[in-house]
């Protein structure tokens, strides 16, 4: 059930009535714990079981952590927790990749191993609400939380279907508070919300599956693009990938909010970072922020000797990288983002330079964008009925566009247009906001300013949109 199809559409205003009807606090909370699983039963009912796996063993867990006398209990009940969760997780999301590449290491070794390759369907969202759930239980073993009482309410945090798909990765001690306190439905929240679920439509409607069209055509012919062209097929990839994301926390946000849960932002103008630290204040931020505190900093953080936090730093991103996808691309966009930070640090460290702030933005962004190579490029063929990996042969094909000219042709020129007549109002529109210090979008000081953005933006979408629901990029992490 895509966010942009008018299946969700009836999903979402049935939910809002039955929603509506009710009164105590607990019974909104039904109704949500009940929707939530509808909507996750219409991908595939099956994987409902993990969601419960995770979401009873959790509840329970927690608990014990917190009554357990002993701290060499409390870690066996925390152990088992993150052995349930990652279990789980690294079943369904590596078993083939590892044994792919086990067969890889053994062949290089001139040996023959046979290994069973499982017809594993990714169960949608796991990543999400895994690291939701492991959250909640190392928070309460750390005393910064203290576990439910509520079942339901614990149930409908780990399973709240505007965000268990793609994010943002919450915690408990920001979603639980709202689950038990009393509140409806407001004219307010339901029009904040409105405009949210609108933003984010655009964006994916009108840029992020249009701009789709030319990522796609370019990528599919690496290796005849000319320098320009393959310069555009990752600029349009860092637009489609920023726009399509964020659409999903947008729109996540906005059928949240006309709940009355507030949902937090997961994206602040990466694009504008002046730095790598930067750019992860402003990308994903809750997995960033998840990544820092139940992985970064356990791990020694930036304390002890300085060559330990980089090897902290290098470590986390590595697995920042793998939480994406069971492919070898993104474990070297993982480091090639744990390099950039502690390059980064170093340099900050013993270089005191005065750099304007537009070739910092400037600088930055082209580091980003050669990271969004790395992770766009992830070309699978079958030999033999054995998955091939042949994602740094797509990579080593854009290094060679250099060879192959700069190329600023009329096939350049016409990409370039329609790349730009997709993009431009967004950054438009999100430059607007940026100057206005907007928590939502598209009210601005003046509403005939106001009126005529979403004007233009709803003529946009009817008239230039793609109709078809097409998924977000993030369901396949």
């Not at 809002?16 to 595939?44: H, M």
């Not at 509520?150 to 408990?172: K, Y």
């Not at 900093?297 to 930036?302: E, K, R, T, V």
Request: net charge positive; glycine share 8%; hydrophobic share 50%.
């Amino acid at each position: 059930m895509e966010f942009n199809s008018w299946r969700f559409v009836v999903f979402l205003v049935a939910v809002v009535a039955v929603y509506g009807l009710v009164r105590s606090r607990q019974q909104k909370n039904i109704v949500l714990l009940v929707s939530s699983y509808l909507f996750y039963s219409a991908w595939d009912w099956r994987f409902c079981s993990l969601i419960i796996l995770s979401t009873v063993s959790d509840f329970l867990i927690a608990r014990r952590i917190y009554f357990s006398e002993s701290s060499a209990s409390r870690r066996r009940w925390l152990a088992l927790s993150i052995c349930i969760n990652l279990g789980v997780l690294g079943f369904f999301k590596y078993f083939n990749f590892f044994a792919n590449n086990v067969v890889g290491f053994f062949a290089a070794l001139g040996l023959n191993v046979d290994v069973v390759y499982l017809n594993i369907i990714l169960p949608i969202g796991i990543s999400f609400y895994t690291f939701q759930t492991m959250s909640y239980t190392i928070d309460v073993y750390r005393g910064k939380l203290k576990p439910t009482d509520s079942f339901v309410n614990f149930a409908v945090f780990v399973s709240f279907f505007p965000q268990l798909i793609a994010g943002p990765i919450e915690r408990a001690k920001n979603i639980l508070p709202q689950l038990a306190a009393e509140h409806g439905l407001t004219v307010r929240q339901v029009l904040i919300g409105t405009q949210l679920i609108c933003w984010g439509l655009f964006k994916k409607v009108y840029v992020a599956d249009n701009v789709a069209f030319i990522v796609d055509e370019l990528f599919g012919n690496s290796a005849e693009l000319s320098f320009g062209l393959a310069y555009l097929a990752v600029l349009g990839f860092a637009v489609q990938i920023y726009a399509d994301f964020s659409a999903y926390s947008d729109i996540a946000r906005g059928c949240a909010k006309i709940f009355g849960i507030d949902l937090m932002q997961n994206f602040r103008n990466p694009y504008i970072a002046t730095s790598p630290q930067d750019f992860w204040r402003r990308w994903h931020i809750s997995l960033s922020t998840w990544l820092r505190d139940y992985l970064y900093i356990p791990l020694g953080g930036n304390r002890g000797r300085k060559y330990v936090a980089y090897r902290n730093l290098l470590v986390t991103m590595i697995l920042g990288g793998l939480w994406h996808g069971a492919a070898w691309n993104f474990v070297f966009w993982g480091i090639y983002h744990g390099s950039i930070l502690g390059i980064h640090r170093f340099l900050s460290a013993h270089i005191k330079l005065s750099i304007p702030k537009w070739i910092s933005v400037f600088t930055m962004f082209q580091f980003t964008l050669f990271g969004w190579l790395l992770f766009r490029c992830t070309r699978v063929v079958f030999v033999d009925g054995v998955p091939e990996d042949q994602s740094f042969t797509q990579i080593g094909e854009f290094f060679g566009a250099w060879s192959r000219g700069i190329g600023f042709d009329s096939s350049f020129l016409d990409m370039a247009g329609r790349l730009l007549f997709f993009s431009v109002p967004l950054f438009a529109f999100e430059a607007l906001n940026f100057r206005n210090r907007l928590w939502f979008p598209l009210q601005f000081g003046s509403r005939l300013l106001s009126v005529s953005v979403v004007a233009l933006m709803l003529f946009l979408v009817v008239r230039y949109g793609v109709q078809d629901a097409s998924s977000f990029i993030y369901f396949q992490f």
